[in-house]
């Protein structure tokens, strides 16, 4: 009767007992959802990433010693070796600065922290064209419209700014990105080169004639007219 009596006494205790709820946002297994919500991209140098911390269910009042981070990008040397390259200044909490990026995108991390607990966001940061002209120059607009000899190979430079005005750094991998069309392949063709990481675009004369190249880089659009010499007699 004694054991029967202890094993009662257990099971009412169990059953009286209430369930631990995770409440301390700290913990993995807390009921709370916390994420970082921002922009997947930016575009431009000196653009502003602005992330805010969501909660689900809002967290309660108390100082949470809320840290912001940026981490580096880490890039190869040319002994493969990882060097990390800064690409965001941190501003206000939850604001960052792009300070260095270029036409190749990289994708980088945010974080913010919560003691030992981390909260991320990643967003992808380069430089788009915001505006382009297509020259025969690689540092001024030059008219690509003199006569060339039939079978000439002619260098097209876009000259590219961002959405602030400034200048694509690393302007090769935007031209990678082109989309050439020739209004008339039996004129001038579009001959890339894969290993080629030179900021123009190849074009090669096929025949004697006029006709127009368009080029379309993420979404700018301008336009040459080259003409082509037939051959000498």
């Known amino acids: 009767m004694v054991a029967a009596l202890i094993v009662s006494m257990l099971a009412a205790s169990c059953s009286l007992e209430a369930p631990l709820v995770r409440e301390n946002p700290y913990v993995p297994d807390s009921i709370y959802s916390i994420s970082l919500a921002g922009p997947d991209s930016l575009h431009s140098m000196g653009d502003v990433l602005i992330v805010t911390l969501n909660a689900e269910p809002e967290l309660p009042g108390g100082d949470y010693r809320l840290e912001w ?5 880490m890039e190869p040397n040319g002994l493969g070796e990882p060097i990390p390259r800064r690409i965001f200044v941190a501003g206000d909490p939850g604001e960052f600065s792009v ?10 991390s945010v974080a913010a922290y ?6 991320g966001h990643q967003v992808w940061v380069g430089q788009k064209p915001a505006a382009m002209t297509l020259s025969c120059s690689a540092s001024v607009p030059v008219p690509c419209d003199a006569p060339r000899q039939f079978g ?7 000259l590219m700014t961002d959405a602030r005005g400034n200048a694509l750094m690393e302007p090769e991998w935007a031209v990678m990105r082109a989309s050439v069309t020739s209004r008339d392949p039996a004129v001038v063709v579009y001959a890339p080169v894969p290993t080629d990481s030179s900021a123009f675009v190849r074009l090669v004369g096929r025949g004697a004639g006029t ?3 368009v080029i379309d880089i993420d979404g700018e659009i301008d336009s040459v007219s080259l003409t082509f010499a037939p051959p000498s007699p």
């Not at 919560?114 to 909260?119: E, Y």
């Open 99 to 108: 300070f260095a990026t270029s036409a190749r995108y990289k994708r980088v």
């Open 69 to 73: 981070e940026a981490f580096p990008w």
């Open 152 to 158: 000439s190979v002619v260098a097209v430079h876009p």
């Open 114 to 119: 919560f003691d030992r607990v981390a909260v």
């Open 211 to 213: 006709t127009w190249v």
